[in-house]
Antibody, heavy 120, light 110 residues
Framework: QLQLQESGPGLVKPSETLSLTCTVS??????????WGWIRQPPGKGLEWIGR???????YYNPSLKSRVTISVDTSNNQFSLKLSSVTAADTAVYYC????????????WGQGTMVTVSS | QAGLTQPPSVSKGLRQTATLTCTGN????????AVWLQQHQGHPPKLLSY???NRPSGISERLSASRSGNTASLTITGLQPEDEADYYC???????????FGGGTKLTVL
């Protein structure tokens, strides 16, 4: 059964870069039927889509975050990563990685999420 | 970024029927249909329905989704205590080339 697991620092200083990795197990990230995405959820608030990547490396980003976001894929290690630059307290959130069906456009498998706090 | 509109809260009694709505526009819900997610406190979201009424395996038949124009709906019949959760809709927006989410509806089962 396919599983996703987020990893990375839980605390990031303001103005620095947040870096997270999502490791895919039980299946291949190179499966052409899926995209791989990042979604975040500030404490007590709703979900916000950050961006997604295909195994080929093609990306789409949330227009409101596009200038600060980079998502990359490492097919050899079955991982994809998120970098968010110039973070502020507003970027404090639980960050989820998820699999998205390329035909269904459905977020069908989610990681457990990782809490990232932006604070000095 | 334009989002989808969901009522913040819905309350229904045990064994009653709840209908949650999600309104977008012709570029998102009206085009690709909506995806519905359920989230219990402290847990990641769980896919309930996609492409309007396709349910992943293991999802209760008490849940059904539909769409009319730019509004998607999720109907839950025979409400149970475990249905109490936050429900989010999402859709791909072809004009933004981005996924958009609704603000979520908190369903309370009385």
């Amino acid at each position: 059964q396919l599983q996703l697991q987020e990893s990375g620092p839980g605390l990031v200083k303001p103005s620095e870069t947040l870096s997270l990795t999502c490791t895919v197990s039980g299946g291949s990230i190179s499966n052409s039927n899926y995209y791989w995405g990042w979604i975040r959820q500030p404490p007590g608030k709703g979900l916000e889509w950050i961006g997604r990547i295909y195994y080929s490396g093609s990306t789409y980003y949330n227009p409101s975050l596009k200038s600060r976001v980079t998502i990359s894929v490492d097919t050899s290690n079955n991982q994809f990563s998120l970098k968010l630059s110039s973070v502020t307290a507003a970027d404090t959130a639980v960050y989820y990685c998820a699999r998205v069906g390329s035909g269904s456009y459905a977020f069908d498998i989610w990681g457990q999420g990782t809490m990232v706090t932006v604070s000095s | 970024q334009a989002g989808l509109t969901q009522p913040p809260s819905v309350s229904k009694g045990l064994r009653q029927t709840a209908t949650l709505t999600c309104t977008g526009n012709s570029n998102n819900v009206g085009n690709q249909g909506a995806v519905w997610l359920q989230q219990h406190q402290g847990h990641p979201p769980k896919l309930l329905s996609y492409r309007n009424n396709n349910r992943p395996s293991g999802i209760s038949e008490r849940l059904s989704a539909s769409r009319s124009g730019n509004t998607a709906s999720l109907t839950i019949t025979g409400l149970q205590p475990e249905d109490e959760a936050d429900y989010y809709c999402s859709a791909w927006d072809s004009s933004l080339s981005a996924w958009v989410f609704g603000g979520g509806t908190k369903l309370t089962v009385l």
